[in-house]
């Protein structure tokens, strides 16, 4: 058995699978200020008559760090950025004490200006005097060499009780990006590190001593052990749990999208020949542009309560919700009064839903139903149009080689998969629109904790071959290994695959759950007056997100 | 840079053609943009939402037959990395054009400001002239009449030169080092523009070792002042960084803030990389700092790490020779019209014998090209050209804003041309913007 449960805004769900299926599922509400109390009584509920040693698995997203990060509730970070030449110190946004100091790494990870050890050691005074506990030490290009990094960590660390470092928050290059997440992670540390220490506890109390993993924004799972450290990975795994929920009640292996409709919004998610698509970068989150690996997801304001309004452009639904739908007593019309009077659903007070429509029936000089038809179908209309937008900047994305350009590869969506409330209402509709098949899967409602029950772990791994260097830098792992003039780029790659293994199952991986792929292998000649010196190689392989090999074998 | 500077949308279209060489070895290779695609990530640059990227468009061989003569055929003397990287630039002019964009930089590769009207293959590392290829789209996709382009690469634009030497509607200046100590060993300031075009082709050659300070002063007192009176609707900057004081090719002294003053002082609409070989310690903060000048952010952040303004600075001799040479240029320039009368006087046509070697491919060509001496339009164009390996081709071309005089001869011309000799005969009507080939 598994338990997964999802600590969400406003619900935490909690399932508990056996044999690839939803054996019992649980859903109360969250009480934001007590997640732990949300999540031990939606587990009670699921757990009960059950024997905990039975449990191979135990698997949460939670909200914690985002909810943190939104609501501003963190710690004071203090900032050291070694930023060195390029963007002018007044065009970061950071929150905090920040201070860019002397040093300076360049593009190929060579130390063209040393860090000042004095400077980095009045400002670890300062901190302390202000009372700052927590620190991010972030350079640019740090992740071709984190000597600088390291130094700081070395200085300061004595003094304060955890230092973020920024090459080890990813191995993309993007500096602003790299010291946002390295501040964010420094900032939600303390509060996470207590969460974590206190569901350990709560574990153990039910007598279980399955291995418990947290879910990430990219839709895999790490040990919660090691999420002590990263927090900042934990947050936006909600849509995440969702899509991983949604594909392991499918089976395609096609392009496809997800929509999971709330009542406020709708999160548009795109799978790539099965296989949800990340952002390119990183995930936004509070404003703050990250380097954290998370799921391409993009929220419309549309949604079954959203707030139906006439103005003289028209008909505007959306984007706020002001309560529940008029047929549940709510102040407005909304999208679901109008599918429950076209016979959609049978939820409600059908005769609280025509009055509310009635209304604006009468301001668009229409009938009733003719009036529901138009809310129903421009929504399905707007939210098709997201969809197709989000597709077209995907395709758009600029590729560098001659070969990816004339190869144009373009996602073309064959299957429309619907979860949450309004899913079956709104089916036929977007379907007919977006001209693909859909479906709607069995316990959609659920969806989230199933996904957090069944994602495998994952990670990623950077790979930086220097042939005139003789260096191997791998910055995820802060590691650096001496390679010979010789190496070969086979050789870069299957060093990067034993590395990565070695990395995912040390994360609690199943070692059938490897899903390799090389998402990056580019080889280049490093010259000096026209003779080849050595050659610059750049590998990036990851564990793609996908579903535990359990789930498959037991179903 | 005062902190009041205004942002500006910007478009950037990158293709660094990762997997395209002229040779293993040569400086035209794989990873000349990786430093910079480095830079430019790392920076976070496309995190401003007023810098957008755009995937470039690849351009037709419609397109590359609008601004050149290609033997045998477009199709025969390009490569697809060619239509990307003209492509790219055409992506560029989009943006502006339509007012997606107050301006666009393509840091495209291949580069193009060699490639001249006739093609018959590739001379210093340039096949297709991309500039010249965007300024044909954008004459005929948005009726642009008056544009300027401002060559800051080190070495002479002799391509987009010849292409306008004749048309008195595109102004082409060329900043570059001294044609008597780098290739291609052309312009000098003497070469001023065909009679009925001339001023519309000014070249500034600059002496060896000259470094900020000297750019900056031909740009003031020489570049600025011309544009102004020139007026044209769109500026363009052949942005070539071997200028660079690291570049292994040349021998000048400009810097990266050199450039961003520069280009924030130009204020281009369209910013295309040219030259630059200086990959690792060059390129990156060139060009980064290039792309926030036009976006309007402080660049004086920009500096290489082993950047030493005093060990750069030039010569007394040199600031004087600049400052003479400048004095002169613009003498010239504004005595242009008296200059006009005096070179055609009662002449009927012109003529102009060339011998052109391209250097990358190893054809030698001998061309001789006829102007019709017009006050009313560019004037029309005849071109005979034959190369060492045997090929033999004649040409008419019709200019963009022609007069009905030059269109009704150069139609003749075509019609009763045999092809005999020729293996083959072009019509290149730029103001209809088409080619007839027979
Ligand atoms: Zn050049
Ligand atoms: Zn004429």
């Known amino acids: ?555 | 840079m005062p902190m009041t500077a205004k942002r500006k949308k910007t478009a950037l279209i990158f293709f660094p053609a990762f997997d395209w060489a002229i040779s293993p070895t040569h400086p035209e290779r794989e990873e000349r943009l990786l430093y910079t695609q480095d830079q430019i990530c790392e920076e976070g640059i496309l995190d401003f939402d007023h810098i957008t990227e755009y995937k470039p468009g690849i351009a037709t061989l419609e397109d590359i037959d609008r601004a050149h003569i290609c033997v045998p055929d477009a199709a025969s003397v390009v490569t697809q990395s060619h239509l990307i990287s003209a492509g790219g630039c055409i992506t560029a002019a989009d943006q502006v054009l339509t007012g997606r964009a107050d301006n666009a930089f393509a840091l495209v590769r291949p580069p193009g400001h060699h490639a001249m009207r006739v093609v018959h293959g590739a001379r210093g590392f340039c096949n297709v002239n991309i500039e010249a290829v965007m300024i044909e789209y954008c004459r005929k996709k948005y009726g642009v009449r008056k544009i300027a382009v401002v060559d800051t690469d080190c070495h002479h634009g002799d391509g987009t030169q010849d292409i306008y030497w004749h048309d008195p509607n595109v102004l082409c200046i060329s900043v570059h080092q001294d044609g008597r100590t780098l290739y291609p060993g052309t312009g000098f300031a003497d070469e001023f523009g065909g009679p009925n075009a001339l001023g519309a082709t000014i070249n500034i050659p600059l002496p060896p070792r000259t470094s900020d300070e000297g750019f900056l002063y031909v740009l003031d007192h020489l570049i600025l002042p011309v544009l102004d009176e020139f007026k044209p609707e769109l500026i363009i900057n052949s942005a070539g960084q071997d200028n660079h004081y690291s570049d292994p090719i040349t021998d000048m002294r400009f810097s990266a803030q050199g450039y961003a003053i520069l280009n924030e002082k130009l204020a281009p609409h369209i910013a295309v990389l040219e030259g630059g070989y200086s990959i690792e310690d060059a390129l990156p903060y060139v060009n980064v700092g290039i792309i926030l000048a036009m976006a309007g952010i402080d660049y004086s952040c920009v500096k290489e790490p082993d950047f030493d303004p005093s060990a750069l600075k030039q010569s007394a001799d040199i600031s004087r020779y600049i400052e003479k040479l400048v004095a002169s240029i613009k003498n010239q320039w504004e005595k242009r019209d008296v200059m006009k009368e005096k070179l055609i006087g009662s002449a009927k046509h012109a003529v102009r014998k060339k011998s052109i070697y391209y250097d990358t491919d190893g054809i030698r060509e001998e061309q001789e090209e006829t102007v019709r001496i017009c006050r009313d339009c560019g004037g029309l164009v005849t071109i005979d050209s034959a190369t060492d390996t045997g090929n033999r081709i004649f040409a008419v071309v019709i200019p963009a804003l022609c007069c009905p005089a030059c269109r009704r001869e150069g139609e003749e011309i075509y019609q009763k041309t045999a092809k005999g000799k020729y293996r083959s005969i072009y019509l290149q009507d730029k103001d209809k913007a088409v080619l007839f080939v027979k």
């Open chain 1, 1 to 555: 058995m598994i338990l997964g449960i999802d600590v969400g805004g406003t619900h935490t769900d909690a399932v508990l699978m056996e044999e690839g299926r939803v054996r019992k599922k649980a859903k109360v509400l969250t009480d934001a200020d007590r997640l732990l109390t949300s999540l031990s009584s939606a587990a009670a509920m699921v757990l009960d008559g059950e024997d905990p040693q039975k449990l191979r698995r135990v698997v949460l997203s939670t909200t914690l760090s985002t909810n943190a990060i939104v609501q501003g509730k963190v710690d004071k970070v203090g900032m050291i950025l070694a930023s060195g030449p390029g963007l002018s110190p007044a065009d970061f946004r950071l929150e905090g004490a920040v201070h860019f100091v002397s040093g300076y790494v360049n593009h190929r990870g060579i130390e063209v200006a040393p860090i000042d050890r004095e400077e980095i050691g009045r400002i670890a005074r300062s901190f302390e005097r202000e009372g700052i506990e927590h620190a991010g030490a972030v350079g640019k290009f740090s992740t071709r060499n984190p000597k600088q990094e390291l130094a700081v960590k070395e200085i300061m660390g004595p003094r304060l009780k955890h230092v973020s470092l920024g090459h080890r928050m990813s191995g993309n290059l993007n500096f602003p990006r790299r010291a946002a997440t390295a501040c964010l992670n420094a900032s939600v540390w303390g509060t996470y590190k207590r969460f974590a220490e206190d569901v350990q506890v709560f574990i153990r109390e039910q007598g279980i001593t399955a291995p418990v993993y947290i879910l990430k924004a990219d839709g895999g799972t790490f040990n919660i052990a090691d999420s002590a450290d990263f927090p900042v990975q934990t947050i936006l795994s909600g849509p995440a749990a969702s899509i991983m929920g949604v594909m392991s009640m499918v089976s395609g292996r096609e392009d496809a999208v997800v929509l999971d409709m709330g009542g406020t919004t709708t999160d548009i998610a795109v799978l790539a020949g099965g296989v949800p698509l990340l952002e390119p970068l990183g995930v936004v989150i509070g404003g703050y542009k990250t380097l954290i690996r998370g799921m391409l997801t993009r929220s419309v304001g549309l949604g079954g309560d959203s707030a139906v309004k006439t103005t003289d452009d028209g008909l505007v639904i959306g984007p706020r919700r002001e309560g529940v739908a008029a047929a549940f007593g709510g102040p407005c019309p909304t999208p679901t009064d109008a599918m429950i009077i076209l016979g959609l659903t049978d939820i409600g007070d059908r005769r609280k839903a025509l009055n509310a429509i009635g209304a604006v029936s009468q301001k668009l000089n229409l009938s009733v139903e003719d009036t529901a038809k138009r809310i129903f179908e421009q929504m399905c209309a707007e939210i098709a149009a997201h969809v197709r937008q989000m597709i077209d900047e995907v395709n758009r994305r600029p590729v560098y080689t001659i070969h990816e350009m004339l190869e144009d590869a373009r996602l073309a969506p064959r299957m429309l998969y619907l979860v949450g409330g309004p899913a079956k209402p709104v089916s036929q509709c977007l379907g007919g629109l977006l001209g693909c098949p859909v479906c709607v899967p069995d316990h959609a409602e659920a969806a989230n904790a199933v996904g957090a029950a069944l994602a495998r772990t994952t990670s990623e791994i950077t790979l930086l071959a220097d042939t005139e260097r003789k260096t191997l830098f791998i910055p995820e792992r802060g590691m650096q290994k001496s390679i010979p003039a010789t190496c070969s780029m086979q050789e870069v790659v299957e060093t990067g695959r034993e590395l990565l293994r070695q990395a995912a199952v040390g994360m609690g991986a199943d070692p059938e759950d490897l899903e390799m792929e090389v998402v990056e292998a580019q080889e280049f000649n490093m010259i000096k007056q026209f003779y080849t010196t050595g050659k610059n190689m750049r590998v990036k392989i990851q564990v793609k997100p996908g579903l535990i090999s359990l789930c498959r074998k037991e179903r």
